[in-house]
């Protein structure tokens, strides 16, 4: 029994004052954020272990997600609909878009559903909820580390001279999950209150394949329309991890409107995600 | 001393909406939204309901404290409030300490990972770190008695197994706070004692426990203090004795208040077709009888309505413990004697009981209507509440009560002396 006392006697008794929905972005809020990672990392280990659980080829599915679609893409739009990829190998280009477009596409899906998937612990227990999507973006952001080594592989095999521009890399992916986590925070919550997501979001991200140009370079859309098309910011994301990769000169201008977008995501996405949260397990 | 936990004026509002699916679409709130603005429609169907109201309470480090109550009364929601899962509306609560809730057991549970796997995840879930998880680690498998599956997914476990790792890892939590909810209600007996005892230890080295329960037996053991809620506020708060009599008391006078007190179920709303609509209990002789004790002779009447006649028909009564678990299944069908047909209207049925086999405490009625071995034409399992009142049957002074068994049946006990006493007297009076 005596580890009872040993094991709290030197640690300081927190004080927890709970009211009325008080101020919403509290200092104890973020305290209490920064207490539930580990938890955040035990449900990504737990949503990783499960996915590829009973099935024979494992998270080498992780892998051939995308080398599949890469594969038929190449064929469909590289070889026979002669899609420029503005002189880099088509198969690729279109690889260097589809990574970052199946992060971002499998992080706000699986965040979206993730909330009510887990309704039974939020029911039960407390900790901050955004811990929940935020697994979930952590998990498919293991997915897109497993393919990248892929996409490291055909660099490679290309014979691709990264240059100075690869430096830019750590920012362009911080902007990827930054977008995610914005989309994925505002989806989740949107979906614990109107389960219409679950039916509106898989068919929205396929048209926004579209709307990306992940399968095109974005230099095929006219000049007057690119401005507009960077509100997207994966096209921002996709155009600048294309240049850092292929040495090509960056869209400044693109890459800083979808920038702009991607926080004005980040901030709206979190802020309604707070605002549900607080009577989350009311309405779930 | 100075309190671990103060509750002041805490409440807890929830609109509802009887009509309304429980979320919404967005569809919804759009049409809602303009009807609103186009009809300067109000918010009339939504009732405000008060699930908690005025509640004050200030439990000091060490105790162990008892919440009962009927069910609806507002307890989980107190425990709900104070282990932060929703927000109060109005009031404030401080709590010293971390809080850790056990609001369900195995909260997190998944059935793919293993024991081992689930141990940690558990653990994280109620707020442990890693570390500390792997410091109590021995500890927590040596209390569930797991260690041989350990490595075997949790699916694959008896219900016991189950029920005692997900114990074991909360039991090793370690919050100054610890909230439990009917926990207790599952499980065999040797794995409840070993639960209580371990809540006992807990408050024993200084921690708090605030313990909801309608087990009342285990309330009075122990509790130090008892609260009871009513109607969403705290209608009595003292020691677990004085406690557990004020809300026996209540249960008692609010059964009187409604209906006559002889009538367990009565409804004027017949929905369904067929249905009952009435269960009383009548005494030997057909008489209005307005309690049951243990070993009472009784007999439950169940009226039913039918608006058609329904051939080769039967009734079956059951009888559960409040926490659900069913203790006896009486039906006119295994019972060749009887032969039943529902015709058009309202009739009754008596199931007679000359000996009432239960310890004296809280059940529920069930009843259903069958065409037995081929459908239910309908079933509550939980219709109507049943309060057995003591009766001294064995002349000891100590009435069986639902705290020490569910069942008390006749029987005699014979030591080997009588029975040989009795073999002699039999010989000899050949």
Redesign the interface.
Known sequence: ?H???E??SNKP?????????GARWSRQYFVDLWQAR??MF??TW?DV??RY?QTLLGAAWAILQPLLTMIVFWIFFGRLAKISSDGVPYALFVFAGLLPWTFFSSAVLSAASSMVENS????????PRAVIPGAAILAALVDLALSSVLLAILLVAYRTNPGWNVLALPLLLIMLIVTAIGVGLGVAALNA????VRYALPFALQLSLFLTPVIYPESMVPVAYRPFLALNPMVGIISGLRSALFNAPYNGTLIGISLLSSAFLAILGASYFRKVE??L???? | MQSILRVEQLGKMYKIAPTRARYETLGDTISTLVRRTLLRQSRLELKQFWALRNVDLEVKPGELVGIIGRNGSGKTTLLKLISRVTLPTEGRIEAHGRIASLLGLGTGFHPELTGRENIFLNGAILGMSRAEVRGQFDEIVDFSEIETFLETPVKFYSNGMYMRLAFAVAAHLQPEILLVDEVLAVGDAAFQRKCLAKMNDIAGVGRTVLFVSHNLGVVSRLCKTCVVIKDGHIAYSGTPTDAVGYYERDLLAAAGSSREPHVLFETSETIDDPSVVKIEMLDGEGRSKATVATWDEVVFRVWFQSKEAIRNTGVELQINTIEGQRLVWLSTRPDNTVQMDFAPGVDYVDCHIPRFPLSAGEFTIGVGLAIPGMKWLWLREELAQLRVLENDVYGSGMAPVTGRAQIAFEHTWKTSAQTRNQESGDASNV
């Open positions: 029994m580890s009872y006392v094991a709290n008794v927190p004080i927890v004052a709970i009211t009325a929905a580990e938890l035990m449900l737990r272990k499960l659980r039974a612990l939020i029911n039960k227990v407390y900790f209150k109107y389960r219409d607080v009577d397990a009311d309405c779930i």
